[in-house]
Every structure is written in structure tokens, then in C-alpha cells.
């Protein structure tokens, strides 16, 4: 059983459209986190977010922690061929540490110039 | 911004072969981990270590073992590879009791073998 799912597992979209991704859980975290990961390389953190409903702007990136801190969604909004890359969620449960950060399905997003 | 490698990048070899995976981060964290991750898949965790001389395993069930004799170096070694052990192996750190804190990946290592 997977504890974070990301939806959708792929999107391929023309450049300057926007979209959203989802990453969902039947389970509470104290925190979570998006990373991307372009090919052949490792994931990059982008944001973190702690306060339920908390929202956060990175540039054309919208991230959301939902109210009850049991999802989270990212929207790209105008999307360049840069955003191009795999997109992880991964969520903190109990204290800090890696041992309590499940990372979700991922989201393989493709711009297309 | 990261200062953690990984070698090799890529390497291919024949079932039954010993083999050890290096990751040296250079910003002095205590906290250091190895995830695999099959091709677009999620990443799972499969050793970890707090410090010197501790090592844990991770939530997947893994035939390789760590060593942290050093702060700064992590490696993973497989006593005898099979062909079920191809896929990506990533090293990552992080700052020991950093609240919210932040991982710091490798390149990454995609092992094949044969």
C-alpha cells in the first residue's frame, strides 16, 4: 500500500499552458515537501510546507498544503520546457528525520516547446 | 548548492561481482541516507545513518550493507550482485536536528548488471 499517491502519473503539455498535480493520503503529516528530479540527476527541494491550508509561491509555482495536512497540490501556471522533470512529494510523519519521510508516486511532467 | 557525490555515474557489470557505491558530502552533515529508485518510480529508502559508527536499514529489505566510518563518507556495497539489483541508487544528507529539514541528493548511481 502506497502511502502517498501522485496524480497524474504523467502529463505532457504545450509550453505556456498551466496545470496541476496532486499528491494524496489517507494519512496526517507534520510537513511536506515537493522535490523535482531532472534526468540524471538527484531530486532538488523546492518547498516545504508545515500549517495546514498554508500556501506558498515559488515564481510560477503554487504549492498547497491541504487544511487537514493530509495533501497537497502544485500548480504551474505558464509552464516552460525548464519545469520539465519528474515531481516528488514526500511527507513527514512523527519527528524529523529521513526515516519518517515517505515519498510519493512521482510526476513525470514533459513541456513540449 | 549541493556538495554531495556519487561515483560511479553509471556501471555495468556481470552477476556475482562485489561491488561498492561512494557518496562523500562535503557540508559536514551528520545525517546520511541511500534510496533506490526504479526508472519514474518513487524513491525508497534502504539505509541510513545518524552519525559515525550508526547504520540502520531503511523501510526496503536490501542485501547491501553500509559502512560510516567517516562523517563525510557513505558507501554501499554489494557482496554479490544479481540482475535484480539493477536499477538507480541515490545518496542524500542532511543537517542532524534541523527543524523542516532539507535533503540533499546525489547524481545518483544506475547500476545494471547482467
Known amino acids: 500500500t502506497q502511502l502517498l499517491e501522485q496524480s497524474p502519473q504523467f502529463l505532457s503539455i504545450q509550453e505556456g499552458e498551466n496545470l496541476t498535480v496532486y499528491c494524496n493520503s489517507s494519512?496526517?503529516?507534520?510537513?511536506l515537501q515537493w522535490y523535482r528530479q531532472e534526468p540524471g540527476e538527484g531530486p532538488v527541494l523546492l518547498v516545504t510546507?508545515?500549517?495546514?491550508?498554508e500556501v506558498k509561491k515559488l515564481k510560477r509555482l503554487t504549492f498547497q498544503f491541504g487544511d487537514a495536512r493530509k495533501d497537497s497540490s502544485l500548480h504551474i501556471t505558464a509552464a516552460q520546457p525548464g519545469d520539465t522533470g519528474l515531481y516528488l512529494c514526500?511527507?513527514?510523519?512523527?519527528?524529523?528525520?529521513?526515516?519518517?519521510?515517505?515519498f510519493g508516486t512521482g510526476t513525470r511532467l514533459t513541456v513540449i516547446p | 548548492e549541493a556538495d554531495i557525490y556519487q561515483t560511479p555515474r553509471y556501471l555495468v557489470i556481470g552477476t556475482g561481482k562485489k561491488i561498492t557505491l561512494e557518496c562523500s558530502q562535503t557540508?559536514?552533515?551528520?545525517?546520511m541516507y541511500w534510496y533506490q529508485q526504479d526508472p519514474g518510480m518513487e524513491l525508497h529508502l534502504i539505509h541510513y545513518?545518524?552519525?559515525?559508527?550508526?547504520?540502520e536499514k531503511g523501510d526496503l529489505s536490501s542485501e547491501s550493507t553500509v559502512s560510516r566510518i567517516r562523517t563525510e563518507h557513505f558507501p554501499l556495497t554489494l557482496e554479490s550482485a544479481r540482475p535484480s539489483h539493477t536499477s538507480q541508487y541515490l545518496c542524500?544528507?542532511?543537517?542532524?536536528?534541523?527543524?523542516?529539514?532539507?535533503?540533499?541528493f546525489g547524481s545518483g548511481t544506475q547500476l545494471s548488471v547482467l
Open positions: 514526500a511527507g513527514a510523519r512523527g519527528m524529523a528525520g529521513a526515516n519518517n519521510l515517505f
Open positions: 557540508m559536514g552533515h551528520d545525517k
Open positions: 542524500a544528507s542532511s543537517k542532524q536536528g534541523a527543524t523542516n529539514e532539507k535533503l540533499f
Open positions: 545513518s545518524y552519525g559515525v559508527n550508526s547504520t
Open positions: 510546507v508545515v500549517t495546514g491550508g
Open positions: 494519512s496526517v503529516f507534520s510537513s
